[in-house]
């Protein structure tokens, strides 16, 4: 059921709540007004039953984050939030709390989770997840390395654009412990020089198929070390 970029708010997600749809499993409202009295509503009627949950470009905060909670997690296997811009830490010490062993792709881009909620991500029960967008948060290079030490050993998508990250971040990537399982990396808009792509050209990385590197600051050595 998908309703992107309407003028749906917290009634309306009442209503969506409220509805006959008891066969739903993927609900898509990306780009509309929905809050956090709309994610309660929601929580107490179908999320339960939901596989697949997209709330990008809404209005939810970290409380939010905390009506979603309970048994909300415990079929869900795709749950984006990005861009609401103020999930922040306290919004990733929910999801923490939560069980969410089915996860398999999370979007949380643009949310400042910063440094912190990195680390939290990374030490997270997300053994199975395979797609992560967490481009956009001010996760630097520490929060890169908490992510290639956790516990993504499955991962295939990484998208960590846009968060102030440097050749020293890049040397933690490049000895993730999912670098085997990777094939789709996104380290557009950061402040990474030549070095950092020396790192990744001898690091473990032996299926990437797709790979981001604009906006950094590379030159033409850079070129020829990736290829």
Same mark, same amino acid.
């Not at 990777?182 to 050209?201: Q, R, S, T, V, Y």
């Given at each position: ?17 409220? @509805? ?5 499993? #993927?609900?898509?409202? *990306?780009?509309n ?5 709309? +994610?309660?509503?929601l ?8 596989? #697949?949950l997209?709330l990008? %470009? ?26 609401n ?12 709390t939560?069980s ?17 909620? +990195? /680390?939290?991500? @990374?030490?997270?029960?997300?053994c ?24 993504l ?7 960590? =654009? ?8 890049? @040397?933690?990537?490049?000895? +993730? ?6 094939? %789709?990396?996104?380290? /557009?808009g950061n402040?990474?020089?030549?070095k950092?792509?020396? #790192?990744? +050209? ?6 990437? =198929?797709?790979f981001?590197? @604009? ?5 033409s *050595?850079s070129?020829?070390d990736?290829y």
């Amino acid at each position: 059921f998908t309703l992107n970029s309407n003028q749906i708010d917290n009634e309306g997600a009442y209503n969506i709540g409220k @509805g006959n749809m008891k066969a739903l499993t #993927h609900l898509t409202v *990306k780009s509309n007004k929905i809050g956090n009295e709309g +994610a309660l509503f929601l929580s107490k009627t179908i999320l339960k039953q939901l596989t #697949h949950l997209d709330l990008e %470009w809404n209005a939810l905060t970290h409380m939010g984050m905390h009506y979603l909670s309970g048994e909300t997690f415990s079929n869900i296997s795709s749950f984006n939030i990005s861009n609401n811009n103020q999930i922040g830490i306290q919004g990733v010490v929910v999801i923490a709390t939560q069980s969410i062993a089915n996860l398999t792709n999370l979007y949380i881009a643009s949310n400042m989770i910063c440094t912190k909620g +990195a /680390e939290m991500i @990374g030490m997270l029960n997300l053994c199975h997840l395979e797609i992560l967008d967490i481009s956009d948060n001010n996760i630097c290079d520490l929060g890169l390395y908490y992510l290639s030490t956790g516990v993504l050993t499955q991962l295939r998508e990484l998208n960590v =654009s846009l968060n102030q990250i440097t050749e020293e971040g890049v @040397g933690y990537l490049a000895q +993730a412990v999912f670098s085997n399982t990777l094939e %789709w990396l996104n380290i /557009e808009g950061n402040k990474i020089k030549d070095k950092g792509i020396e #790192h990744l +050209a001898y690091g473990k990385f032996r299926n990437i =198929s797709y790979f981001k590197t @604009g906006e950094n600051q590379l030159t033409s *050595k850079s070129a020829y070390d990736i290829y």
